[in-house]
């Protein structure tokens, strides 16, 4: 017993750790240099009768969503590149690309410095704070919901990796359009906020690929990922 609680805590460590290392990870920009507020409109207002039919498409998948969507929204309420594992192989992890894994740390940590001032400015209330009908099957939120920052960085990481494997592009969009609208299914958020976290992520990612301290960081992450995908 005194083994397994051992690796267990060790396990426990290592999880913490590499949460940590995450959190710390300086973004590439912030919103100085990507300001959407002047990129993107106004959400609409509450209410107004493009709101109210957003709640109904909403209210409309909660009725319908099966338990394997909603364990993938679920599972996709992660921040992280290895959501596309599915796509891009079982040697895509973590343990083999500490260079790309320590690299898309700072793509995730670029869309919270770059969107959360944006949501603060809007302050957009979340499905389930206009109605108590919405009942979200992923973790709560009071940040605002416009943009989505979940949408923003799933298609940054998905141009930024399909930039590198360009072989899988149209797998890695589709992956990353899935993780977005999982957003929908999940409670938490109005499709139009989704519609605006993908052009954020446009926006910034190609914002990114042509600063030349990203292009250094980049050239390295992909050398390692080709590398271990045999390519």
Do not use: C
Request: charged share 25%.
């Amino acid at each position: 017993m005194k083994r397994y609680a051992s690796l267990a805590a060790g396990l426990l460590l290592f999880i913490a750790g590499s949460a940590a290392q995450a959190e710390d990870a300086k973004p590439f920009v912030t919103n100085k240099d990507v300001d959407l507020t002047m990129i993107l409109p106004p959400p609409p207002a509450n209410d107004s009768a493009e709101t109210k039919a957003e709640l109904g498409a909403v209210l409309t998948l909660q009725v319908t969503r099966t338990p394997e969507m909603e364990a993938s929204a679920i599972a996709d309420a992660e921040e992280d590149v290895w959501r596309f594992t599915n796509v891009m192989g079982p040697n895509f992890n973590k343990e083999k690309l500490p260079k790309f894994a320590a690299f898309f740390d700072r793509v995730v940590a670029t869309e919270g410095a770059v969107v959360d001032p944006a949501k603060d400015v809007w302050k957009r209330p979340r499905p389930h704070q206009l109605s108590d009908l919405v009942k979200p099957v992923v973790k709560l939120s009071s940040s605002g919901s416009w943009p989505s920052g979940h949408a923003t960085v799933g298609t940054m990481m998905g141009i930024i990796l399909a930039d590198m494997v360009p072989e899988k592009r149209a797998e890695i969009m589709a992956r990353a359009a899935e993780y977005a609208h999982n957003r929908v299914v999940g409670g938490i958020h109005y499709p139009s906020d989704v519609e605006m976290g993908k052009i954020s992520g446009s926006v910034i990612a190609v914002v990114l690929l042509n600063r030349d301290d990203f292009k250094a960081e980049y050239d390295v992450a992909k050398a390692e990922l080709r590398s271990d995908l045999g390519m």
